[in-house]
T-cell receptor, first 115, second 111 residues
Framework: DTEVTQTPKHLVMGMTNKKSLKCEQH?????MYWYKQKAKKPPELMFV???????INESVPSRFSPECPNSSLLNLHLHALQPEDSALYLC??????????????FGPGTRLTVL | AQTVTQSQPEMSVQEAETVTLSCTYD???????LFWYKQPPSRQMILVIR??????QNATENRFSVNFQKAAKSFSLKISDSQLGDAAMYFC????????FGTGTRLKVLA
């Protein structure tokens, strides 16, 4: 089973709202990733968690706040977003310590619209 | 810094025919991995095939195969017997400590 699930599928929020994106995997993977993808562009890495610790932060604005409560769950907390943050947010997981020698398996994404 | 280039923004292929998508990359590393991912309109990124740089043998997965030329830093994807379900955006990705994606090639399959 190579399933990564993400909720919600779609999210519309105002610039003053606080919301969270959720990602879950039950493959025993120890590395989890958040990507942002704009239309017709490749995914851009935001954060990497390895063994539940933040190992890579690609200089993402503080209005995005990741959280990894356990090895199966990854959240992305959103606050005071801008319209340009509207995008597809993809979660991925891989087996090992976050080295890219591990194949990453992606979830279906959350389509976020910021009004 | 590592880079990945996909020079074909869009390709078309007739159903049942063969198509090759190009990818070149630049790196000074000797140990790395290369991937092709497919992203259909459903948006989910699906792994198509993976190649370890230290392996000389080209990877194959059913109708999908790669032509890996390490010295030329080239990693093309060949899709044989194309099917309507192959229509998608295809991303080439280079990986050492993180993924670097190419800009993608949109593949259309004509019935």
């Amino acid at each position: 089973d190579t399933e990564v699930t993400q909720t919600p599928k779609h999210l519309v929020m105002g610039m003053t709202n606080k919301k969270s994106l959720k990602c879950e995997q039950h493959m025993g993977h120890r590395a989890m990733y958040w990507y942002k993808q704009k239309a017709k562009k490749p995914p851009e890495l935001m954060f990497v968690y390895s063994y539940e610790k933040l190992s890579i932060n690609e200089s993402v604005p503080s209005r995005f706040s990741p959280e990894c409560p356990n090895s199966s769950l990854l959240n992305l907390h959103l606050h005071a977003l801008q319209p340009e943050d509207s995008a597809l947010y993809l979660c991925a997981s891989s087996q090992g310590s976050g080295t890219v020698t591990d194949t990453q398996y992606f979830g279906p994404g959350t389509r976020l619209t910021v009004l | 810094a590592q880079t990945v280039t996909q020079s074909q923004p869009e390709m078309s292929v007739q159903e049942a025919e063969t198509v090759t998508l190009s990818c070149t990359y630049d790196t000074s590393e000797s140990d790395y991995y290369l991937f092709w991912y497919k992203q259909p309109p459903s948006r989910q990124m699906i792994l198509v095939i993976r190649q370890e740089a230290y392996k000389q043998q080209n990877a194959t997965e059913n109708r999908f195969s790669v032509n890996f030329q390490k010295a030329a830093k080239s990693f093309s994807l060949k899709i044989s017997d194309s099917q309507l379900g192959d229509a998608a955006m295809y991303f080439c990705a280079y990986g050492d400590y993180k993924y670097i994606f190419g800009t993608g090639t949109r593949l259309k399959v004509l019935a």
